[in-house]
Nanobody, 123 residues
Framework: QVQLVESGGGLVQPGNSLRLSCAAS????????MAWFRQAPGKERDFVAA????????YYTDSVKGRFTISRDNAKNTVYLQMNSLKPDDTAVYYC????????????????WGQGTQVTVSS
């Protein structure tokens, strides 16, 4: 089992930045690819970004490329999502997810999930 706890969400004005963190516990963190997903009200939970086990590979959905950066610190068992130039369309609950070994972009391929953190972008 892997336990995931997100933090760092909040209310921010358009154009500003936030950094989300996800702390993992329970297993060897470097054995897991990590990802961020988000779910807006009334919508599906969608892929945002993913990072491989040692951070060598990253993937992003098109709408966040150039604005968001996913990173990880295996010594701290933590994955981050730096979000810059935020837009109202980025408003959602953001979820951290983990899957053993290889990176993936599909929600169904991730076995472990955090409880989510709310990000609201509004003036």
């Amino acid at each position: 089992q892997v336990q995931l706890v997100e933090s760092g969400g909040g209310l921010v004005q358009p154009g500003n930045s936030l950094r989300l963190s996800c702390a993992a516990s329970g297993r060897t963190f470097s054995n897991y690819a990590m990802a961020w997903f988000r779910q807006a009200p009334g919508k599906e939970r969608d892929f945002v970004a993913a990072i491989s086990r040692i951070g060598r590979s990253t993937y992003y959905t098109d709408s966040v490329k150039g604005r968001f950066t996913i990173s990880r610190d295996n010594a701290k068992n933590t994955v981050y999502l730096q979000m810059n130039s935020l837009k109202p369309d980025d408003t959602a609950v953001y979820y951290c997810a983990a899957r053993e070994w290889d990176i993936a972009g599909s929600r169904d391929e991730y076995s472990y999930w955090g409880q989510g953190t709310q990000v609201t972008v509004s003036s």
